[in-house]
């Protein structure tokens, strides 16, 4: 990856990392379902009707919709619902950049190298501290729920990355139009018509902040650009560096809420940035061999053949330029 792509890489972690408080705050008194869909009501309306649609069939609008956006969000509001500490979703959520890389290896055929591997094992193991740190009440259902997010958000991220959408913002949008229905249905079942009602009676001021926050900056932003680097990089390379998301959730804790980590956590998420570090550094090119790589074809040479930019200039990234325009502000 370059140093841009590095750059917006940490700057989509550190978002994603504030956004476990903002749900915290925000879902208060309203069903977590019901929550999960004004956030994407939000996220479509009224962007649907200014970004074209991407040139992916609907097919793949809806497999990244339903994986990436309810499937993940779905389980993880839930798992909050019922009791999971925002810092430790945010830790177990993580689990998806295993997921992901695997899935990727098996399907897209994309080989992480072993020192990509030895970064994400050294994240996983920094997880695994995290959460051992934070003591023994954490709901059982609320980790498997979790998890279930975690899965979701991987298939999700490799649906993403195989359609090489061009235009990450535009895919983030038009994906969103498959949640909000499904959404609010699963909504009536589970919590009943007047458990719903009665959320939408008690949506406050700070649930309104905390779905501007979610929608547009953790979804439009954070995922218009994760989309957009997924789409011009290998996954093993883009992913890891979510694992920087729970640093940020637990220091913004520390921070904003008064929320002191544990040495477990504090030493946990040292080898979190450590194996974020390790997974990318950029291999060793064998002479004459780029086979020795072991992460598949590249998008450069992939460009090459094509004619295109091998920087990926093909590719549409509205807001990675509207997020270096902010920078040389």
Do not use: H, K
């Not at 950029?282 to 053949?305: D, H, I, M, T, Y």
Request: aromatic fraction near 6%; charged fraction near 10%; glycine fraction near 14%.
């Amino acid at each position: 990856m370059s140093r841009r792509d590095n750059v917006l890489a940490a700057l989509v972690a550190t978002l994603w990392g504030l956004n476990f408080l903002a749900i915290d705050l925000g879902m208060g008194d309203v069903p977590p379902l019901v929550f999960l869909a004004l956030r994407f009501v939000a996220v479509v309306l009224p962007a649907v009707f200014l970004v074209p649609r991407p040139q992916v069939s609907w097919r793949v609008l809806a497999a990244v919709g339903l994986f990436m956006s309810a499937g993940q969000f779905g389980f993880l509001y839930v798992a909050m619902g019922v009791g999971l500490p925002p810092g430790i979703a945010a830790l177990v959520l993580q689990a998806q950049v295993v997921f992901t890389i695997v899935i990727a290896a098996g399907v897209l055929r994309e080989r992480p190298t072993v020192t990509q591997g030895i970064g994400v094992a050294l994240g996983v193991v920094g997880l695994l501290v995290v959460a051992l740190g934070r003591g023994g009440d954490v709901p059982l259902v609320g980790l498997g729920l979790c998890l279930m997010g975690a899965l979701s958000w991987g298939i999700g991220n490799v649906v993403s990355r195989a359609a090489r959408v061009p235009g990450g913002l535009s895919l983030t949008v038009w994906s969103g139009l498959v949640v909000p229905v499904p959404v609010m249905a699963l909504a009536l079942v589970v919590d009943g018509p007047t458990a719903v009602l009665e959320g939408l009676a008690a949506v406050d001021g700070a649930a309104l902040l905390a779905t501007l926050y979610t929608a547009g900056i953790a979804s439009l932003l954070g995922y218009g650009i994760f989309n957009t680097l997924l789409a011009r990089n290998p996954s093993a390379a883009v992913v890891p560096w979510v694992l920087l998301a729970p640093v940020v959730a637990m220091t913004a804790a520390w921070a904003l809420l008064g929320d002191v980590p544990t040495a477990g956590e504090a030493g946990g998420g040292l080898l979190l940035v450590v194996g974020v570090l390790v997974a990318l550094r950029p291999p060793r090119r064998a002479p004459g061999s780029a086979a020795a790589l072991g992460v598949g074809r590249s998008l450069a040479g992939e460009g090459r053949e094509r004619g295109a930019d091998p920087t990926g200039g093909e590719v549409g990234t509205e807001l990675v330029d509207l997020v270096e325009g902010a920078e040389a502000r």
